[in-house]
């Protein structure tokens, strides 16, 4: 991630409120855009401050509510004018990009999963039966 600071805001400005920024499907758990691996880069030029993310999946239903409030945030800075976030297709997401916070709180207990396993389990057989 690269970033050029000038008029006092920095990359770690920049992140501290991308922290802030939560996925509609990640907001229950905390996991931020930051800690999804979301961000991609950050290039600050004066004023004006770029963002190039990416997206876990191209089909996300909430991709422009996800911008809007990136650019809100970051926008709240003091000495920030304009904002533009990217999407770029370049790089694929994948789950290695998660912090270990994003991995531990998307996380199903295993008293979660056992009941999920056992339905579909139970739904193969059955499929199965002639």
């Not at 991308?18 to 004066?46: A, F, H, T």
Request: proline content about 7%; aromatic content about 4%; glycine content about 6%.
């Amino acid at each position: 991630m690269a970033d050029t600071a000038t008029a006092g805001i920095g990359h770690d400005d920049v992140m501290a409120v991308l922290r802030q920024c939560y996925d509609p499907c990640c907001k229950e758990r905390q996991v931020s855009v930051v800690d999804m691996g979301l961000v991609e880069q950050i290039r600050i030029n004066g004023p004006q401050v770029d963002i190039d993310i990416i997206l876990t999946t191209g089909w996300c239903p909430f991709a422009w509510h996800l911008l809007q409030m990136m650019e809100e945030e970051v926008k709240s800075l003091p000495g920030v004018e304009q904002v533009q976030v990217n999407i770029t297709w370049d790089t694929p997401w994948s789950p290695e990009r998660m912090s270990a916070l994003a991995r531990e709180r998307l996380r199903l207990p295993l008293e979660q999963l056992l009941p999920l396993r056992e339905a579909r389990m139970q739904n193969a057989q059955q499929e199965g039966a002639p």
